[in-house]
């Protein structure tokens, strides 16, 4: 198990088409408010851990790049990647350096320009993140497209509609007009969303989340480091990981997300926690929704839901703020936006300053357990991460 792990100083830029700065600048925002907030002097931390995907942006070794504009060129630092969900992956590796006793101070920095390539090159190297040969070369997929097909699946066997879809997206826009980090810091109808134009039956403009410039950083802790940092620590209860097929075909249940409820298990064992109504622990989440109907199908995957009925929720106001259990209070990748190595340590910041009670008013979750479940995507279900983060130091400890 190894030792306890907190959060001790968060950092976030503005998210969206960030034309005004190069990548370590974008990153700088993020890095320079979290060290800031932590109390430290980046030359303090021991490592430095970079989620990236790149391939879009015009450095190709980010993470050097970084840490020579910060200032702390020499720090041991290594980039990691797993899609979607690669700030997930970066927080899983500062986590486990530190419970492991290899580091008591750890700098996690997830950023991305994905604006610095045009949209179809960006669309098409997304499209690969799947089963290149059969899926993408032979078939044409892109991901609104892989999308599109759980949303016609889902709809056809469990009577989900396009409204039931856009439902989702009118919730997310509503907490982002909160929220003055988010790509798109406004509310819309459900007209507008069953208006904006097709990108693959059946989803529409306002169902995808957008190519988003990012960045956002934490600064995580050994027990004894974080007590001496902060009277407020936000602890990392537990992660669960979990991976699954390329070729889409060969999962045996296209509409159980199995790489995510593997890893909601994995990590809900550790806790004690049943899949089945795990709403009941904690006080708000944030899911994967890269797509609307992504949304739905983790509130299954996490088990607030049983299999065909996540639609009920959106459906009934049950994820808004008073509601089952509020997700996506940020905005989710839908309306915050979806800079790819950025979203998982941008969950990560969410989380901390809500359980700590400092976001923006309307869109505070009611802190009641401490508790909060962040689930991260990379591709279609390809890797899941799944990270329980409290107030309490973590009782398995």
């Known amino acids: 198990m190894g030792r306890p792990v907190a959060i001790v100083g968060t950092g976030h830029s503005k998210f969206g088409v ?9 990153a700088w925002e993020a890095m320079r408010e979290a060290a800031s907030e932590a109390g430290i002097e980046l030359k303090d931390v021991d490592q430095v851990v970079v989620g990236n995907a790149g391939g879009w942006s015009s450095e190709y070794l980010s993470s050097i790049v970084l840490l020579e504009y910060a200032g702390i060129s020499g720090k041991p630092v290594y980039r990691v990647e797993a899609a979607c969900a690669t700030g997930s992956a970066a927080i899983k590796a500062a986590h486990d350096a530190i419970a492991a006793g290899e580091a008591d101070l750890v700098l996690v920095v997830g950023v991305e320009k994905m604006n610095e390539s045009p949209t179809p090159i960006v669309v098409e190297m997304i499209g690969r993140a799947g089963n290149y040969f059969w899926e993408f070369e032979n078939f044409g997929l892109t991901f609104p497209g892989y999308y599109a097909l759980y949303a016609t699946a889902y709809m056809s066997e469990f009577g989900a509609t396009e409204e039931d879809l856009c439902r989702v997206a009118v919730k997310n826009h509503h907490h982002a007009s909160m929220n003055p980090k988010a790509h798109f ?17 059946p989803l529409k403009l306002y169902d995808s989340s957008p190519i988003t410039d990012g960045a956002a950083a934490v600064v995580m802790a050994s027990e004894d480091l974080a007590k001496k940092l902060t009277d ?52 708000f989440a944030n899911v994967h929704d890269a797509f609307t109907i992504a949304e739905i199908l983790a509130y299954e995957a996490m088990g607030f839901a049983r299999l065909g009925e996540g639609y009920k929720l959106v459906r009934e106001e049950q994820t808004y703020i008073g509601g089952l259990i509020p997700v996506n209070l940020d905005g989710g990748l839908k309306a915050k936006g979806h800079p790819i190595g950025a979203t998982g340590v941008s969950m990560a910041v969410e989380h901390v300053r809500q359980l700590q009670g400092r976001v923006e008013k ?3 979750a009611e802190i009641k357990r401490g508790r909060s479940l962040a689930h991260n995507v990379g591709g279609t279900g390809h890797y899941a991460f799944v990270t329980v983060y409290g107030l309490d130091k973590p009782r398995r400890y």
């Open 18 to 26: 960030r034309n005004d700065v190069n990548i370590a600048e974008l």
């Open 185 to 201: 810091p406004r509310a819309i109808t459900l007209e507008q969303c069953l208006q904006s134009r097709y990108v693959a039956w």
């Open 232 to 283: 407020s620590p936000v602890w990392i209860h537990s992660i669960g990981m979990a991976s699954d097929t390329s070729n889409l075909s060969k999962r045996p249940d296209f509409l159980v997300h199995r790489a995510s409820r593997l890893a909601a298990e994995r990590a809900f064992k550790k806790l004690g926690i049943e899949l089945e109504g795990s709403y009941k622990h904690f006080d």
């Open 362 to 364: 309307g869109r505070q």
